[in-house]
């Protein structure tokens, strides 16, 4: 019988549903923990805010110390007389789980970690026989892990697959609300197959499950790690690991591409939810107890109730330049060995079986720092990660990674296989990639030897896992349990302890049992939004509160907590009197983003110009004699000070996930008896382009400092914050002239060096459109149609299907446009609107993605008359200040929709002067 992971406390409500599903699992051991709370992992300290003082001390961790001080851990062998330290187990506190150290001590080079799964020579001997007995083809097939939507369970077995992945938005049949029973039946169809090969090695099944297994129907959704850094309790990141591993299984998947063990140090990075905390601290505890939660911390294997687990992105994604998502990390060796590299020694301390390659380079010519994109750095993944660090399990690409190399395509990177990477995630361009593999092989570009080492290290984590001897995935453990899926208990308690108390004036909170409230603002009723990225869709966006059939909203929560009678809803607060309730209750803040299209690039942290409707709301309610209490929804701490100001308490609720409710039980009274207890994993900006921002660094005056947190109905005024913030950004828009002609991008047909494309889910990657003017996806079809003459236009039809895009790029390099910013342009392309977009629809500008700006340009289309021909214009300002980097645009023109839509596209160019006509747009119109 599988045993949960045991919690206690007079808060832990303990595994309770996994410990109810324990018989469906059949025979894992876990790791029992049990004693009293976690020792305290910091002292306090206190916010600074402008003139005025915190009238409250914090609890939290000491920002100014602690997080300088980097790597080593409570039981390693740090480097005496140049001996390689030693990491292993790290020191575990009363109730068994990693304790987050108060400081760790700093290493000069990078260390051996001895992992909790050991080598057993038995299974190598296995290993090397099968190796021995296959053949090249069979081989590579093995390292080959295409999309689950590009390849069938035939051709699985054909080419001797070795794994295959889903990513976020994709699900058996392209069905959003595919139920368990498909997603086994696709298992179990490409598990057959597998097995039905002269080898029978068994494949394997990846899937992005990075807060829960968020991408099925009907699951659990459990907070963004930023959430879970705010509650500093690495039991609860080992409990939502198993929980995680239980909903994994129960749709037969065998691999979870989770945790991120980023530590951000910008937080206009769009991937800033995703790290656990600035702090190196929290990430190590928690790396290594998120993979215990997922692996089921057996020693020998992975248990039986439990899933391979993905220590990623190795390495340094999370300190890019200006948080620009797969940029340019120019940290010294240092630096990656004792900040960036915490994580993983916690990880694989813990035995992960797999490492995801980062998209991030690393580079620092300066410091002779000259690896550049890390998919292709022999020394990152073979002399450190392999050789140094020692690990024996998976290296896995991530998506398309390989075409990002130097000299590589998606289809082709002897550099990256020889540089150590043994899974190749090549989701579309598979059946080229394998072909064009063996061919290295024979050539002697790619040695045999490589190979072998790539194939052994595949077959000892399934081993490992249970896979190359186990039954087909709807016989395993937790398979088509529907209570698997749920988590719901836990998933409150995560909520509950990961929200931070940021202002309560005169100790307002937790509101009165009996009180009367309204609440307002666009997040009250949106499981959209409180799920954020990586929530069924790959962006989250695309969602209905109706595609969370187990969620609980917000509002949903107040209901339950305050009865339905004293609950009034008033999204945009018009038409209500506050004056007429006890209090307001302010659910606002960011939507739904992922990667880099989360980046804030040259934007200012300034929530208000983010997302402006917010604080019209809060001007709304704000001094009406009633207090008005914002829960704030984000991924990652933003310039609020004007939020602030019209708030009487500030609750920072980060992506909480499904379970709304946890939220509501901290507001009312004896909902829960222990209240706020989060503190703050990442430093919170005094002004608006305060970023980077981080606790130990020269300088260092945050508003809130790592680690701040109010308890319930303690005071914490902080006064009335500076609203000043620039009016156009950080960091200026750059130099250059000014442009005096027209840039034509499409006149009737592509005006080199730009060539038009499609992009859906069958591949993102592009589809050029052909000198005939057709191309076609599953979601989107384009053809010749007529705006001004013949057959000057492309005409794209999406069918609703999922999202896609068109788009005009030039392939080979980005060009400095910053002259048609200077001089007052516009993007200007002649359309025929055919059916009006009936989803979110974006017009953007790429500088080289995931470097963009984009604006809103739904109301846009919905607005002109269908049928007949319009002109529109984009001011350049607009998508300069949504974070567009001009010096290095190369995708001048796209559209992207995730809904039904039909238009026609004619005459596309940029206009110097343009952004100066009457008709042309205004920025704030598109938001």
């Given at each position: ?6 919690r ?32 305290s992992t910091?002292?306090?300290?206190s ?6 003082t ?5 609890t939290?961790?000491?920002?100014a110390g602690?997080?300088t001080?980097?790597?080593g851990t409570?039981?390693?062998?740090t480097?005496?007389g140049?001996r ?29 970690v001895?992992?909790?799964?050991k ?5 190598e001997?296995r ?15 093995q390292?080959?892990?295409?999309e689950i939507?590009?390849i ?5 077995g054909?080419y ?18 595919a ?6 039946d696709?298992?179990d169809?490409y598990?057959a ?11 394997i ?19 963004h790690n930023?959430?879970?850094g ?7 990141v080992?409990d939502?690991g198993a929980?995680t ?5 129960a749709?037969g ?10 530590v ?7 991937r ?5 905390s ?5 990430t ?15 020693p020998?294997?992975i248990?039986k ?15 890019t330049?200006k ?9 010294s ?9 915490q994580?993983y ?5 813990a ?5 995801m390659?980062?998209f991030n380079s ?7 720092i ?5 998919h292709?750095?022999?020394?990152a993944?073979?002399g ?6 020692g690990?024996d ?16 395509t998606n289809a082709?990177?002897p ?51 249970g ?6 995935p709807?016989r395993?453990?937790?398979a ?5 899926l749920e ?11 990961s929200?931070?108390?940021l202002k309560?004036?005169?100790?307002v ?5 009996d009180?009367?409230?309204?609440v ?6 949106s499981l959209?939004?409180q799920t ?8 989250g ?7 969370f ?6 509002l ?10 004293d609950v ?6 018009d ?6 309730y006890?209090?307001?209750?302010a659910v606002?803040g960011?939507t739904?983003?992922a990667e880099g299209?989360?980046?804030l ?10 997302h ?10 704000s ?7 914002t829960?704030?929804?984000?991924g990652?701490p933003l ?6 100001n ?7 609720a ?12 901290l ?8 209240g ?5 994993p990442?430093s ?6 305060q970023?980077p ?20 109905r ?9 609203e ?27 005006v080199?060096p730009?060539?038009s ?15 005939d003017g ?12 007529d ?8 005409k794209?039809?999406?069918n609703g299907?999922?999202?896609?895009q ?13 002259g048609y910013?200077?001089?007052d342009g ?11 977009p ?17 604006v ?11 049928g007949t ?16 980097d001009?010096e290095?645009?190369?995708?001048p023109f ?23 006509d009457p008709?042309?747009?205004s ?5």
């Amino acid at each position: 019988m599988t045993r949960p992971f045991a919690r206690s406390g007079a808060r832990r409500s303990g595994f309770a549903v996994l410990a109810g599903l324990a018989v469906l699992a059949g025979g894992a051991t876990g790791l029992p923990g049990a004693g009293a709370e976690a020792a305290s992992t910091g002292t306090a300290g206190s916010a600074s805010v402008s003139a005025e003082t915190v009238s409250a001390k914090a609890t939290g961790a000491e920002a100014a110390g602690a997080v300088t001080a980097s790597a080593g851990t409570a039981g390693a062998e740090t480097a005496r007389g140049g001996r390689q330290p030693v990491i292993g187990r790290p020191a575990l506190d009363a109730r068994g789980c990693a304790r987050i150290e108060k400081n760790l001590p700093t290493l000069a080079d990078w260390p051996k970690v001895s992992s909790g799964i050991k080598r057993n020579p038995a299974d190598e001997r296995r290993i090397a026989k099968i190796v021995a007995g296959m053949t090249l083809a069979e081989k590579v097939g093995q390292m080959t892990q295409p999309e689950i939507a590009a390849i069938t369970p035939e051709e699985v077995g054909r080419y001797f697959i070795g794994s295959v992945l889903n990513g976020g938005g994709s699900w058996p049949g392209r069905d959003k609300h595919a139920p368990q029973r498909a997603w086994l039946d696709l298992a179990d169809a490409y598990w057959a197959a597998s097995v039905a090969t002269r080898t029978k090695i068994p494949v394997i099944w990846g899937i992005d499950a990075v807060h829960g297994n968020n991408n099925v129907y009907g699951a659990t959704i459990f907070p963004h790690n930023i959430g879970l850094g705010a509650a500093q309790d690495p039991c609860l990141v080992r409990d939502i690991g198993a929980a995680t591993a239980a909903q994994i299984r129960a749709t037969g998947q065998d691999w979870a591409f989770a945790p991120t063990l980023a530590v951000p140090r910008d937080d206009r990075w769009g991937r800033t939810y995703e790290g656990f905390s600035e702090d190196p601290r929290i990430t190590r505890a928690y790396g290594y107890e998120a993979v215990r939660g997922l692996q089921g911390g057996n020693p020998l294997r992975i248990g039986k109730g439990g899933v391979i687990a993905t220590a990623k992105h190795f390495i340094g994604d999370g300190g890019t330049l200006k948080g620009v998502d797969q940029g340019v990390n120019p940290s010294s060796e240092a630096e990656m060995i004792n900040l960036h590299g915490q994580g993983y020694y916690g990880a694989l301390a813990a035995g992960a079986q797999t490492v995801m390659v980062s998209f991030n380079s690393w580079t620092n010519e300066e410091l002779g720092i000259t690896e550049g994109k890390l998919h292709g750095s022999e020394r990152a993944l073979t002399g450190i990660l392999k050789r140094k660090i020692g690990f024996d399990g998976v290296v896995v690409s991530d998506w398309n990674g390989i075409g990002q190399v130097p000299g590589c395509t998606n289809a082709s990177c002897p550099r990256a296989i020889n540089a150590g990477i043994d899974v190749v995630m090549v989701p579309n361009d598979w059946k080229a990639f394998i072909a064009n593999t063996v061919a290295q092989v024979d050539s002697g570009e790619i040695p045999m030897t490589r190979i072998d080492d790539a194939v052994t290290r595949i077959l000892r984590v399934k081993l490992r896992a249970g896979v190359l001897d186990g039954p087909r995935p709807s016989r395993r453990a937790f398979a088509g349990s529907a209570d698997a899926l749920e988590a719901r208990r836990l998933a409150r308690e995560a909520v509950r302890e990961s929200q931070v108390l940021l202002k309560n004036n005169g100790g307002v909170l937790p509101l009165p049992a009996d009180s009367r409230v309204l609440v307002v603002g666009k997040s009250a009723d949106s499981l959209q939004n409180q799920t954020g990225g990586w929530s069924l869709t790959w962006q989250g966006t695309g969602n209905v509160n109706a595609d969370f059939p187990n969620g609980t909203t917000i509002l949903g929560g107040l209901r339950e907590a305050l009865g339905e009678a004293d609950v009034t809803f008033a999204e945009t607060a018009d038409g209500v009197d506050p004056a007429a309730y006890d209090a307001v209750i302010a659910v606002i803040g960011e939507t739904p983003y992922a990667e880099g299209v989360g980046d804030l690039g040259r934007r200012s942290l300034e929530a208000a110009r983010l997302h402006p409707g917010d604080l019209a709301v809060l001007d709304k309610v704000s001094g009406k004699g009633v207090p008005v209490v914002t829960v704030y929804v984000t991924g990652r701490p933003l310039w609020v000070n004007k939020e602030l100001n019209r708030s009487d308490a500030f609750v920072v609720a980060w992506l909480p996930g499904t379970e709304g409710g946890g939220v509501a039980d901290l507001l009312v009274r004896g909902r829960d008896r222990h209240g706020y207890t989060g503190r703050l994993p990442y430093s919170w900006p005094k002004t608006a382009c305060q970023t980077p921002l981080n606790a130990g660094t020269e300088g260092y005056d945050p508003l809130f400092p790592l680690g701040y947190g109010l308890r319930s109905r303690q005071s914490g005024s902080v006064g009335t914050l500076d609203e000043t913030a620039p009016p156009s950004g950080c960091g200026g828009q750059g130099g250059g002239g000014e442009a005096n002609e027209d840039l034509e991008i499409f006149n009737r047909a592509d005006v080199a060096p730009y060539r038009s494309f499609i992009g859906s889910a069958d591949n993102w990657g592009g589809t050029e459109i052909g000198a005939d003017g057709e191309a076609a996806h599953s979601a989107i079809g384009v053809v010749p149609a007529d705006v001004n003459v013949q057959q000057d236009a492309l005409k794209a039809t999406w069918n609703g299907t999922g999202p896609a895009q068109i788009y005009m790029q030039d392939p080979a390099k980005g060009t400095d446009l910053r002259g048609y910013l200077n001089a007052d342009g516009a993007l200007v392309f002649d359309t025929v609107v055919h059916r009006p977009p009936a989803a979110r629809t974006v017009i953007s500008v790429h500088c080289g993605y995931p470097c963009l700006g984009e604006v809103v340009a739904t109301s846009l289309f919905q607005g002109l008359p269908v049928g007949t021909k319009a002109t529109v214009k984009i001011p350049i300002s607009c998508f300069a200040a949504a974070g567009l980097d001009l010096e290095t645009v190369n995708t001048p023109f796209l559209v992207y929709t995730d809904g039904a839509f039909s238009a026609s596209f004619a005459d596309v160019r940029w206009v110097p002067k343009a952004a100066t006509d009457p008709d042309a747009r205004s920025c704030s119109d598109l938001s």
